[in-house]
C-alpha cells in the first residue's frame, strides 16, 4: 500500500474507520472477533492508519481497538478524538473542548487504547463555547509531554483552522467528502494545501451507500443511525440510487465494485488525502484497500465529478447544527 503525508504524518493512503465496529451502521451486524480480525487482515495488508474516537460506543470502539492493536501498537497510526464527551457530568453527546476536559479525555483515551501515546488526537466537533486557541493550547501542553504526537480538527471550518493553525500546526482536518458529499473542494481543500494540513475524509463510501449495498432503506436495521439521515430517507433515497448506478457504470468498464471506484476516486483528487473507510468485516476490508490498485482514467473520473448531486442535507437538523463553517 502507498504511503503519503498528511501534515508531515506518513499514513497509508487508504485507512481504516473502526466507527461501524460499535454501533451505528446495522447495529447486531458483524461481532468484536470479526471486527478485530478485520483490524490485523488491514494491518496485514498495509493499512498503517486506524481511525476511532471516544464517543464511538461510547468508549467501547477504543477498548475494542486497544485490544485489537496489542503487540502491533508500533505498526499503527492512531488515531482517535475528544470534544463529544463532557467529563464535567454533561455525558456523552455534549460538546466540550475546554483545556480541564481535553486533559481528562486523553487520560482515558490512552487506558482505552492501551498505549503511552496517540499518534493523532482530532477535536471531534467545534466548541463554540471555549475559543480554539485555548483548545489547542491544550493540545499543545499535550504534544510537548508526548501524550499525544499531531493535533487535528474535524469538522472545523475555515476560520477555526487559521486560529487553531496559528497556535499550533495542525496535522489533518478530517470532514466528510466523498462523491456525494463535494462541499470541502470550495474553500476547504484549498486552504488545507496553503498551511500545508492533509485531509481525512470520513465516510468516503457515503455511509455504505456509495458500495451499491443498500437497495431499499429496508436493507437497513430499525436503530440504524442511516435512518435519520436525510439522504436516506423517503424520496431523497430513491433520487440518490441514480448516483449509485452511475458509479456502477464505471465499475463495470474498469473491473472494481463500486465501492472501491467511490476510493479510487478520492486518492485521484491528491496526494495529501487519505481517506478512512469503515468495516467490520475482513472480505470488505479487502475490497476496500484494495481500491489503491485501481486507477480511473481521465474520462472516467471527469464523469464522476459530474455525477447527479446528492438528494438531501448530509446530516439530519441537529448534527447538521454543529458543524463549523
Ligand atoms: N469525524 C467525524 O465526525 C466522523 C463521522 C463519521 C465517520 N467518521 C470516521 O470515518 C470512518 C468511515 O466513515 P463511515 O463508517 O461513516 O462511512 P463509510 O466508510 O462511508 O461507510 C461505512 C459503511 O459501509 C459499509 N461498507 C464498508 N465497505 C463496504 C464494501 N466494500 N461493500 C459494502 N459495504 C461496505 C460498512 O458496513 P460494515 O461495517 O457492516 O462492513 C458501513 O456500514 C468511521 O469509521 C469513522 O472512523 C468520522
Known amino acids: 500500500m502507498k504511503k503519503i503525508s498528511i501534515g508531515g504524518l ?8 473502526a466507527m461501524s465496529m460499535s454501533g451505528y451502521y446495522n447495529i447486531g451486524d458483524g461481532s ?16 498503517t492508519h486506524i481511525d476511532t474516537a471516544e464517543i464511538y460506543g461510547p468508549f467501547a470502539n477504543e477498548e475494542l481497538v486497544g485490544r485489537a492493536l496489542k503487540g502491533r501498537r508500533d505498526q499503527i497510526v492512531l488515531a482517535t478524538k475528544f470534544g463529544l464527551v463532557s467529563h464535567a457530568g454533561g455525558g456523552p453527546g455534549i460538546i466540550d473542548s475546554s483545556p480541564a476536559n481535553v486533559r481528562t479525555a ?62 499550533h500546526p495542525v496535522a489533518a482536518l478530517q470532514t466528510e467528502y466523498s462523491l456525494w458529499t463535494r462541499d470541502p473542494e470550495a474553500e476547504l481543500l484549498p486552504l488545507l494545501r496553503e498551511l500545508g494540513i492533509g485531509f481525512v475524509p470520513y465516510s468516503p463510501l457515503g455511509h455504505g451507500f456509495l458500495t451499491g449495498q443498500i437497495r431499499s432503506p429496508d436493507d437497513l436495521s430499525d436503530d440504524d ?5 436525510p439522504r436516506f430517507s423517503g424520496e ?19 473491473g472494481a ?36 490498485g485501481v486507477e480511473l482514467s481521465v474520462d472516467q473520473i471527469e464523469r464522476l465529478n459530474d455525477l447527479t448531486p446528492a438528494a438531501g442535507e448530509r446530516h439530519d437538523e441537529g448534527n447538521m447544527a454543529v458543524i463549523d463553517r
Open 257 to 292: 465494485t463500486p465501492a472501491q471506484i467511490a476510493l479510487a476516486w478520492l486518492l485521484a483528487q491528491g496526494e495529501d488525502i487519505a481517506p478512512i473507510p469503515g468495516t467490520k468485516r475482513v472480505a470488505r476490508v479487502e475490497e476496500n484497500t484494495a481500491a489503491d
Open 106 to 167: 486523553v487520560e482515558g483515551s490512552l487506558k482505552r487504547l492501551g498505549t503511552d501515546h496517540i499518534d493523532l488526537y482530532y477535536q471531534h466537533r467545534v466548541d463554540p463555547a471555549t475559543p480554539i486557541e485555548e483548545t489547542v493550547g491544550a493540545l499543545a501542553q499535550l504534544v510537548a509531554e508526548g501524550k499525544i504526537r499531531h493535533i487535528g480538527l474535524s469538522e472545523a471550518g475555515p476560520a477555526t483552522i487559521r486560529r487553531a493553525h496559528a497556535v
Open 32 to 47: 468484536d472477533d470479526e471486527s478485530i480480525r478485520t483490524i490485523h487482515r488491514a494491518i496485514d495488508l498495509g493499512v
Open 10 to 17: 506518513q499514513v497509508s493512503r487508504i485507512g481504516l474507520g
Open 236 to 254: 431523497n433515497f430513491q433520487r440518490n440510487l441514480r448516483i449509485v448506478d452511475e458509479v456502477k457504470a464505471v465499475a463495470a468498464e474498469t
Open 225 to 229: 443511525w442511516r435512518k435519520t439521515n
